[in-house]
């Protein structure tokens, strides 16, 4: 176990099964993740983060399936879990925050109902137990006036204390893993500082993993030991935050770079846009599925799926263009 | 630089100098399987002819039409016919002897009876086809009402909003929850009388009254005064949402009043809801209507309707059963019909309705 | 709450005003005024009988004297059927009228909600389409035609059950289904809606995220959410009951409040139809008013005014 990583995903495929055919959302997807780390999942709505997220859970909603590959978490074969033994590790080993903290809490039970349900679910507290480890939750994630708060309906709560309720929820088993699917999309900005700050005040103090789940660039930068950019239900590019801002190898990641607006840009700096649509999932093209988009695309991307290119340890990417230069490389090293 | 520390993959294909190229734009598009966009109307309209039981729904809705408003024109026997000799005949029954030499005599129309005929000697296929063009009349007749009642009202307090709005909203709350049903057939009751004085003393101007009958303007006129509150809380809250949207400011900073405004571009914009709430209304009118008719209070013999049908009926049920059952499977096919194509049009054009 | 309750009721008492004062005017459009039927007496029964109820004083007057009584809870005298009260038809009429309702709109909830929940938890499986295809015929069915077709059948043809009267508990299968038919149909299809969109609701997820088991979820966090639409159709279904009651009762010849009432439209029984209205409007409304307490309860999102 102990060399063991938390969370291993291997070649993980995974369909949603619509009457309009097959729509694969996830494409051979692989990444590990160690404890105590942070990973950043990025990409557009669609690339499969959440998707890739939820199948971690189990909770691949209907009509989507795991058509291939393996999970590994702290010790369990997700993947070969029935739903009635996944939920012995849901909201205990591995806990979720939404995206929409309006909309993620029942609105007709009280916030104490919601947090102690999980509590007394997972552990054998009674109910005066739950109820103390309730409101012990709800000063870890910074709520005042805890015990006035438990008997509160979630209408009654801003979007930002909402989703430190959520968080409370989340931690309320001390989870080996918590996921974060967008956690900040839905708050304002200073909510959202405050509530990126709360979890790695969090993750320092509970020492749990995190996979985050954005498509804000600036969000992972300062929070992520490391990052993996998705895209079409590809990681396109995985590495350390250091490797993807500041030698980013996959084209998509450049766009993705270029189009977030820094301070620091001079007058005639200009944000590039990807250009473009996503591919349709339904039929995903032969080749690199940025391809289309892609502004030094190739004749090689059209019809064949790059491989990863490593750079280091844990820095890779599936780009042609990478490939070209180790090709050009190895030409020029035959001519010698 | 970056390439210090790559590795070297095992490439699953022989890679040629050629495939390093790059790619022009079509062969990039050629990629690309972009659906084409489609506008709102043809979008729905491709939804709807799709739906198959939408549009089953929609063949009987147009066969029961050609059935009751086209069909009687061209039937031998008319709806207020008392033929003498052939009372209470049964489905397909022949005329009997007498009868056929009376219709010879007086030169009337052998031709069979297929559904029999009532107590009165009455054509019964005739009496169902009048009534189901009543039923329908009144049914589309009253929508129309509502809808003309109800998105103008509702139209007005959403737009202007505040104080009207909130006046207007409070008459509507109280209409609401006043028992329909028991004020229509109060009215019904009362109405009557006065309509019957007005049709009487100003025949130039209200003598239509009659023809139509007191009853059928009676629950005209209950439609028109108690139904449209439902309509207008709907399209009120459509217009609600709507008058936020750019377009509408813009409309504004341009000059455009707010007739214009409410007419172009409010209510063009919810005339999906329009169209499906005004279809799902239809058959709940037919079914009030049947209703009134059934308890007495709908039009006025000899003129009937499926609901006044299915009524007369009743006395006769262990003889004639099929005299009650063949307006009844009307009432319902008809408003089985609407509900499916309302259903069918909503998922089409307006799927934020659902529910 | 106290407050929001007195809120309600208050406007409810409004209301019900509003609908007395409509009957006692909408009586005045009847020729020979609210206590008269069509054929004109003689001048001195005329006379007689204006003095007898007061009609020979000015309007406002008679109007105070008929809301005086009425707050007394005095709904006035028959005309056809001499010296009975209305108070007293309705006594005798409206428990008979209450038991088939009753029965009839308990067993509309019991059957629709659980189809409904059925039909969402397995949607577009056989078992949901023939549920929903049941429940959709059935919204296109007016309850006398229901009512009808059972009597054709079962009363007439196979003579299994009684067609008339409420003798014993057989006499009461036939018009409780007819009048609960379509109110089964149209629960189950808006307990099916409104259970799909809460199944489909962030709650949910997180529910199942939290790890609790199906019978938690659906009984705990769907169930709840779910049933609100059906709390609100309460008012309405109870108005569709009593309304419904009216053609059951003439069908079946069950001696209730319907067929009271129906008979007093046709011999044109003003006061009894006055009275009837007015004692019907009553019960909506104050059912109208329970449902909104009921609904607070249930839904902590709805603010007390």
């Known amino acids: 176990m102990s060399n063991q990583p938390l969370l291993n995903i291997e070649h993980l495929r995974l369909s949603f099964f619509t009457p309009a055919g097959e729509v694969k959302a996830l494409n051979d997807v692989s990444f590990q993740l160690e404890q105590g780390d942070v990973l950043g999942i990025v990409g557009e709505s669609g690339s499969g983060k959440s998707v890739t997220a939820y199948s971690i859970m189990g909770l691949t909603a209907y009509p989507g399936r795991i058509v291939g590959g393996e999970i590994h978490f702290n010790g369990h074969e997700i993947h070969k879990m029935t739903e009635k033994e996944m939920r012995s590790i849901r909201g205990k080993e591995v806990s979720i925050i939404f995206q929409d903290p309006m909309t993620s809490l029942n609105p007709v039970y009280t916030i104490g109902n919601q947090i102690c349900e999980v509590i007394r679910l997972h552990t054998n507290k009674t109910k005066e137990q739950a109820h103390a480890r309730a409101v012990e939750l709800l000063s870890l994630v910074g709520i005042n006036e805890p015990e006035r708060r438990l008997k509160q309906y979630p209408h009654e709560l801003s979007g930002g204390m909402r989703q430190r309720v959520m968080i409370a929820i989340a931690l309320a088993c001390e989870p080996k893993l918590l996921i974060a699917d967008e956690p900040t999309t839905a708050l304002d900005v200073t909510i959202q500082a405050q509530i990126l700050e709360l979890m790695m005040e969090l993750k320092k103090k509970i020492g749990m993993s995190i996979i985050m789940i954005t498509h804000d660039l600036g969000v992972v930068s300062n929070m992520c030991d490391k990052i993996a950019v998705m895209y079409a239900g590809k990681i396109v590019e995985y590495g350390t935050a250091d490797d993807i801002f500041y030698n980013p190898q996959h084209e998509y990641t450049r766009g993705l770079l270029t189009s977030i607006p820094k301070l620091n840009a001079t007058e005639h700096e200009r944000l590039v846009p990807i250009e473009g649509q996503p591919v349709d999932l339904l039929n995903p093209p032969a080749g690199c599925p940025f391809a289309p988009r892609c502004k030094s695309c190739m004749k090689i991307c059209l019809r064949e799926m790059p491989p990863y290119t490593h750079f280091s340890e844990d820095h890779y990417s599936a780009c042609w263009l990478t490939q070209k230069k180790e090709f050009e490389a190895r030409k020029g090293g035959d001519r010698t | ?355 | ?305």
């Not at chain 2, 043809?42 to 039409?65: C, E, F, P």
């Not at chain 2, 049964?90 to 056929?100: F, N, Q, R, T, V």
């Not at chain 2, 069979?112 to 009349?137: A, E, F």
């Not at chain 3, 088939?100 to 067993?107: E, K, L, R, T």
């Open chain 2, 1 to 355: 630089m970056e390439q210090e520390k790559m590795k070297k993959n095992p490439l699953s294909v022989q890679l040629d100098v050629s495939d390093f190229l790059p790619a022009d734009e079509t062969e990039k598009q050629s990629l690309v399987v972009m659906r084409e966009s489609v506008s709102f109307w043809k979008d729905g309209m491709r939804r709807l002819l799709k739906n198959k039981v939408a549009m089953v729904s929609l063949v009987v809705i147009i066969l029961v039409m050609i059935f009751a408003f086209i069909l009687p024109i061209f039937y031998p026997y008319s709806y207020d016919e008392q033929l003498r000799g052939r009372e209470n005949l049964g489905m397909m029954e022949p005329i009997p002897e007498k009868a056929l030499a009376l219709a010879e005599s007086k030169g009337l129309s052998t031709f069979p009876h297929i559904l029999g005929t009532d107590n009165m000697g009455r054509d019964y296929m005739i009496r169902v086809m009048m009534g189901t063009r009543i039923s329908l009349l009144v049914g589309i007749t009253a929508s129309v009402i509502i809808l003309f009642i109800g998105s103008l009202y509702g139209a007005i307090a959403g737009y202007f909003g505040g104080k009207v709005d909130m006046m207007m909203m409070r008459l509507v709350d109280i209409i609401y929850t006043v028992p329909d049903i028991l004020i229509i057939i109060l009215l019904s009751v009362t109405l009557k009388y006065p309509l019957k004085q007005l049709a009487a003393d100003y025949p130039a101007m209200f003598g239509w009254i009659e023809t139509v009958g007191v009853g059928l303007v009676c629950i005209f006129i209950v439609f028109a005064l108690l139904y449209w509150v439902g309509m207008a809380r709907i399209v009120r809250s459509q217009i609600l949402i709507l008058k936020e949207q750019e377009y509408v400011t813009a409309a504004k900073a341009l000059g455009a009043g707010s007739g214009h405004i409410i007419r172009k571009h409010l209510l063009t914009n919810c005339i999906g809801t329009l169209i499906v709430t005004t279809t799902l209304q239809i058959p709940s009118s037919i079914f009030t209507e049947s209703f009134l008719s059934f308890i007495g209070l709908g039009v006025a013999a000899p003129m009937t309707s499926l609901g006044s049908l299915a009524s007369a009926a009743i006395g006769g049920i262990s003889s004639y059963p099929h005299r009650l059952l063949i307006p009844a499977l009307m009432i319902s096919l008809i408003i089985l019909s609407f509900n499916l194509l309302g259903d069918g049009l909503r998922d089409a054009f307006d799927p934020k309705l659902k529910n």
């Open chain 3, 1 to 305: 709450m106290g407050k929001f309750i007195i809120k309600r009721v208050l406007s409810a008492i409004v209301t019900i005003f509003l609908v007395a004062t409509i009957t006692f005017f909408l009586m005045f459009l009847v020729p020979g005024g609210p206590f008269l039927s069509e054929k004109a007496p003689s001048a001195e029964t005329l006379a007689a009988l204006e003095a007898k109820y007061g009609l020979d004083q000015p309007v406002p007057v008679q109007y105070v004297n008929y809301m005086e009584r009425l707050i007394h809870g005095d709904l006035g005298t028959s005309l056809k059927k001499r010296g009975l009260e209305v108070n007293d038809i309705i006594a005798t009429g409206f428990p008979v009228s209450a038991k088939v309702g009753g029965i009839a709109i308990a067993g509309a909830v019991l059957i629709g909600v659980p189809l409904g929940s059925v039909a969402a938890l397995n949607r577009g499986k056989p078992l949901d389409n023939i549920i929903m295809v049941v429940a959709t015929c059935g919204i296109a069915v007016p309850s006398f035609v229901m009512a009808t077709v059972l009597m054709v059948t079962f009363g007439v043809q196979l003579g299994w059950l009684p067609t008339m009267g409420l003798s014993g508990p057989l006499s009461y299968i036939m018009p409780c289904i007819a009048l609960a038919f379509y109110p089964t149909a149209y629960i189950s299809r808006l307990m099916r809606s409104s259970m799909l969109d809460v199944l489909g609701q962030d709650y949910m997820r997180t529910a199942r995220a939290k790890g609790l088991s199906q019978f938690v979820m659906l009984f705990k966090h769907a169930l709840r959410n779910a049933i609100l639409p059906v709390v609100t159709y309460l008012g309405p279904l109870l108005a569709y009951t009593l309304t419904g009651s009216f053609v059951i009762e003439k069908i079946f010849t069950i001696p209730g409040l319907g067929s009271e009432f129906i008979g007093s439209i046709t011999s044109r029984d003003y006061p009894l139809i006055m009275g009837t209205t007015i004692f019907l409007a009553f019960l909506i409304i104050m059912m109208n008013v329970i449902v909104d307490i009921v609904y607070k309860l249930i839904d902590p999102r709805i603010k007390l005014k």
